[in-house]
Nanobody, 124 residues
């Protein structure tokens, strides 16, 4: 009952910064946390970051810690991923997801709603 739409993907240069946006609609009152996942070519989808909707506590996958920042604007039902110092290995389809739970938020199974993804390509 929650719909998610990612935007902001594109082709960027290594070392540059870029921001992704995820807009939630529908039954947004059920959202307890939102997360970003990504799927690189030939690889399985992996966890990137999550943020608890109330309070804004966030957690990051080790490879993006210190480079990516997840944030949200609950009044706008919008989540962002600020990506700095981008590397070619960051190239992937990035997905946003929404969860009604406040636990196991690194796991895909904790998220019931998913966007269709947006492609980020980082050229060297």
């Amino acid at each position: 009952q929650v719909q998610l739409v990612e935007s902001g993907g594109g082709l960027v240069q290594a070392g540059s910064s870029h921001t992704l946006t995820c807009l939630a609609s529908g039954r947004t009152a059920s959202i307890s946390a939102m997360g970003w996942f990504r799927q690189a070519p030939g690889k399985e989808r992996e966890f990137v970051a999550y943020i608890r909707w109330n309070g804004g506590t966030s957690v990051y996958e080790d490879s993006v810690q210190g480079r990516f920042t997840i944030s949200r604007d609950d009044a706008k039902n919008t989540m962002y991923l600020q990506m700095n110092s981008l590397k070619p290995r960051d190239t992937a389809v990035y997905y946003c997801a929404a969860s009604r739970y406040l636990y196991n938020l690194r796991a895909e199974g904790s998220y019931a709603a998913w966007g269709r993804g947006t492609q980020v390509t980082v050229s060297s």
